[in-house]
């Protein structure tokens, strides 16, 4: 799961239980979502980067920068 990069379609953000759509297991699977860095907000549509999973689909992320 850690490294893995998805999208959002629930609001992330401090007080929120967000979730995320990622590609896994040949298909793609909701996970509840968690902040990284305390405070951040990020808003459906955004790309995100899973930094930490907690079984069994808590995952915690943060904004995807692609480089450019």
């Not at 893995?4 to 979502?33: C, D, H, Q, W």
């Not at 915690?60 to 450019?68: A, E, T």
């Amino acid at each position: 799961m850690i490294g893995n990069r998805g999208r959002v379609t629930g609001k992330i953000g401090p007080g929120l239980v967000g979730e995320v759509m990622i590609s896994i297991r040949g298909g793609v699977e909701a996970f509840y979502a968690y902040p990284a860095e305390a405070g951040e907000v990020i808003e459906p549509g955004e790309q995100i980067l899973v930094v930490d999973h907690q079984p069994p689909r808590s995952v915690y992320v943060q904004r995807w920068l692609p480089l450019g």
